[in-house]
């Protein structure tokens, strides 16, 4: 059935690495959105893309990047220059002006 | 950039009683509105949707309207539950399709 899969839901890095955080839609949105959210906070954009091929700074983009190859994917890697990466990352996308959907999210934790 | 407050931060309340939560923004361009709920470390999950050109949408006990004049929306919730309690949040949609969060109220229904 159609939806938003994020994996993996739980993921941990070590200092100085790079990761991968994956999310895919069978929705067939054009927009995707990454956003962080850290305990008892609202979230925050890191990313959006409203194309293939195209996608814009959020408010957070520092240590962070993304790649949109495929109208399905937007994996957001998460860079040894984000020095407090440790958080709960929440992928979601929509069409034009219908609702938008959301992932069930990756915890990333820095070991 | 568009500024979303959400009050009050946290509420709570007796099951059975109407409450009305609130969200307020900064920049009137928007394209849309939409409300979610998130249970702890789960995603979030889609309450409602308003069009700019709209002012309230319904769906069960649940209203939520509009006014894009004085920078608010507020979602009702009739008759509250226990299993009401989780965290609201509500989303602004601007025109270039960034999609922007409050910081969310924390609602608790006590039996």
């Known amino acids: 059935d159609g939806g938003i899969t994020q994996s993996p839901k739980y993921l941990f890095r070590k200092e100085g690495q790079n990761v991968t955080l994956s999310c895919e839609q069978n929705?067939?949105?054009?927009?995707m959105y990454w956003y962080r959210q850290d305990p008892g906070q609202g979230l925050r954009l890191i990313y959006y893309s409203q194309i293939v091929n195209d996608f814009q700074k959020g408010d957070i983009a520092e240590g962070y990047s993304v790649s949109r190859e495929k109208k399905e994917s937007f994996p957001l890697t998460v860079t040894s220059a984000q020095k407090n990466p440790t958080a709960f990352y929440l992928c979601?996308?929509?069409?034009?002006?219908?609702?938008?959907?959301f992932g069930q999210g990756t915890r990333l934790t820095v070991v | 950039k568009q500024e979303v407050t959400q009050i009050p931060a946290a509420l709570s309340v007796p099951e059975g009683e109407n409450l009305v939560l609130n969200c307020s923004f900064t920049?009137?361009?928007?394209?849309?509105l939409q409300w979610f709920r998130q249970d702890p470390g789960k995603g979030l999950t889609s309450l409602l949707l308003?069009?700019?050109?709209?002012r309230e949408q319904t769906s069960g006990r649940l209203n939520a309207s509009l006014d894009k004049s004085s920078g608010r929306s507020t979602l009702y919730i009739a008759a509250s539950q226990p299993g009401d309690s989780a965290t609201y949040l509500c989303?602004?949609?601007?025109?270039?399709?960034?999609?922007?969060f409050g910081a969310g109220t924390r609602l608790t229904v006590k039996p």
């Open positions: 920049d009137s361009a928007i394209y849309n």
């Open positions: 989303a602004m949609r601007g025109n270039n399709n960034d999609m922007r």
């Open positions: 979601a996308s929509h069409r034009d002006r219908t609702e938008a959907f």
């Open positions: 308003i069009q700019s050109s709209q």
């Open positions: 929705l067939n949105h054009d927009a």
